[in-house]
């Protein structure tokens, strides 16, 4: 598809466009790959004036007060007011675009607008030559998601839709993508063959910082679980894709995900921390999950057999996402290196720091034959090259990038996943803030050598 020739984001007086949009497009400026209308829609009185502060606002509170950013980015904003329902919005929204023949329209809203703003854009006649980006979450189960989708389509193709999971822009989980097909050996032993495991934990300390009601409406399995793990899941277990095109690489994701049958109530472990009943907007009664660990598998030649484990939660112990691959025991140790010591691993950081480390068993030193288990570490740390996730996403939606996005397959396919456990409403087990979840999420793991936990950094 060609470059987009204007840019409209939906949503713009509210708090995703105040944390990521605006900060993206000063980015994608100061990269010089910005010249074009961008035009903010929502319904709250404002003036161009008014959004072009909202902008500053936003960026100085980044500390990105350069004026030869900030200046072109506020010369360029447009402002629409009006209902997403009136077809008069829309109007005004064609006048401000001009001659634009190909416009970007993100869908920074909440989802129970989609549709509608979906249907005023091909009412207005937008589609044709359009691009549309979508927030997650898309839909809350399996069939919701087929619903949106379904929506979708009767306005854009599948191709000129963009499901945006703002995990996959990480430059430590692209990180994933180059160790694994940019290098031979790691293929010698990513099969099921040599690794007896994976298991992916995503760590947080704090709680629900005050979203409380959208909490007990949503949950970690829906929240990060069917979107952001088994995304990560998808590229640690996908196969060589033919290119790094999204025509190469997406496809190879979603038959991953297809190849998983869905969970199992006994693969499933819920917990809640205790305090999470007193929290703001949360039910007094309710049964929502802050913590899962899970027990996943791949039906295809490659994984056969090998338990993933996915495990998530609040007030945790660390703030800290990791992806640990164990492998097989060798079939013959040396005198020393069979009693208690771990096997071999590959360990993926993804956040907040990056990094990849290999666990191996060295010889000790002295004359006797004894083993010391060690770590051989390399820790990215954050530079100016490093690309923040929107601005990497929205400048590949400008141009027709489609790699780092989900597709119609894949979303579905990882809601089937997960769909038999997320009505579950009996009680989660409860579990101290601090610790790492309820003690039956530690027996999941534990004939597989157990959790390996995070650590606060890996400096």
Do not use: C
Not at 93 to 114: D, N, T, V
Not at 125 to 149: C, I, M, T, Y
Not at 279 to 292: H, K, N, R, Y
Not at 392 to 400: C, E, F, I, Q, T
């Amino acid at each position: 598809m060609s470059n987009s020739d204007a840019l409209v984001f939906f949503g713009a007086t509210g708090d995703l466009a105040y944390k990521q949009i605006f900060p993206a497009l000063a980015g994608l400026i100061a990269d010089g790959r910005l010249n074009m209308p961008v035009i903010g829609v929502a319904k709250a009185g404002w003036n161009d004036e008014q959004l072009g502060q909202r902008a500053r606002e936003s960026l100085a509170e980044q500390g990105i007060t350069d004026e030869a950013t900030v200046g072109p980015l506020v010369a360029a904003l447009r402002y629409v007011d009006g209902d997403y329902r009136d077809p008069a919005t829309f109007q005004k929204l064609r006048e401000q675009l001009g001659s634009a023949k190909a416009p970007l329209f993100y869908l920074a809203i909440p989802p129970a607008l989609f549709g509608t703003v979906a249907k005023a854009l091909g009412d207005a006649g937008f589609a044709k030559g359009g691009r549309v980006v979508v927030e997650k979450p898309f839909g809350h189960d399996l069939a919701s998601a087929q619903e949106l989708n379904a929506l979708l389509h009767q306005i854009f193709p599948e191709d000129a839709i963009y499901r945006v999971d703002h995990f996959l822009g990480k430059e430590a989980v692209l990180g994933l993508l180059y160790f694994r097909f940019a290098n031979a050996f790691p293929e010698t032993f990513w099969n099921r063959f040599y690794i007896d495991s994976v298991q992916i934990t995503m760590a947080e300390t704090f709680g629900v910082a005050g979203r409380g009601a959208f909490y007990d409406k949503t949950g970690v399995i829906r929240d990060v679980v069917q979107n952001h793990l088994l995304q990560v899941l998808s590229l640690l277990a996908m196969e060589p894709p033919g290119g790094y095109g999204h025509q190469d690489i997406r496809p190879e994701k979603a038959k991953v995900l297809r190849a998983m049958p869905p969970l199992r109530p006994n693969d499933v472990v819920r917990g809640q921390f205790a305090g999470y009943l007193d929290e703001d907007g949360v039910a007094a009664d309710s049964t929502v999950e802050t913590f899962v660990a899970l027990r996943a598998h791949i039906d295809n030649w490659r994984w056969a057999g090998v338990p993933f484990f996915i495990r998530a939660g609040k007030k945790l112990p660390v703030t800290a996402t990791e992806a640990v691959i164990r492998l097989r025991r060798p079939p013959a140790a040396l005198a020393g290196t069979d009693r208690g010591h771990p096997p071999n691993y590959v360990r993926f950081r993804l956040s907040p720091d990056g990094g990849i480390a290999f666990g191996v068993t060295v010889k000790a030193p002295g004359e006797s034959m004894h083993a010391n288990d060690v770590e051989l570490a390399a820790v990215e740390r954050p530079s100016h090259f490093d690309l923040p996730p929107y601005q990497r996403l929205l400048g590949d939606a400008l141009v027709g990038d489609a790699s780092l996005f989900a597709t119609e397959q894949g979303v579905e396919a990882s809601w089937a996943v997960v769909d038999p456990v997320l009505e579950d409403t009996t009680a989660p087990h409860r579990y101290a803030p601090g610790t790492w979840g309820p003690e039956e999420a530690q027996r999941l793991a534990a004939s597989h050598g157990g959790w390996h936990d995070p650590v606060a950094s890996t400096s």
